[in-house]
């Protein structure tokens, strides 16, 4: 079992900036991926940006140049630094940890980009 608990939405004006934490029960070391994904009212939950344990990253086209994700293995944490936000990207967020054949979710924590 990996428990994942997220951490820093919030409400941000457009163009503001959060950064996301998802700090993993277990050694980071020993997960083949760890990754944000959101959903929006009405919408299908979406993969936001992935990093695997050997450091490779993916983003949704969507967020690339805005958004990094990194890991701290020390702390077991993986972060989603989100620049320039936008409306559009408001949606609860959701930190995914993939070990072997098991997927594991955090709890999801709100962002709102709004004026």
């Known amino acids: 079992q990996v428990q994942l608990v997220e951490s820093g939405g919030g409400l941000v004006q457009p163009g503001g900036s959060l950064r996301l934490s998802c700090v993993a029960s277990a050694s980071i070391f020993s997960i083949n991926a760890m990754g944000w994904y959101r959903q929006a009212p009405g919408k299908q939950r979406e993969l936001v940006a992935q990093?695997?344990?050997?450091?490779?990253?993916n983003y949704a086209d969507s967020v690339k140049g805005r958004f990094t994700i990194s890991s701290d293995t020390a702390k077991s944490t993986v972060y989603l630094q989100m620049n320039s936000l936008k409306p559009e990207d408001t949606a609860v967020y959701y930190c995914?940890?993939?070990?072997?054949?098991?997927?594991?979710w955090g709890q999801g924590t709100q962002v709102t980009v709004s004026s």
């Open positions: 995914k940890a993939t070990r072997g054949w098991h997927s594991y």
């Open positions: 990093i695997t344990s050997g450091g490779s990253t």
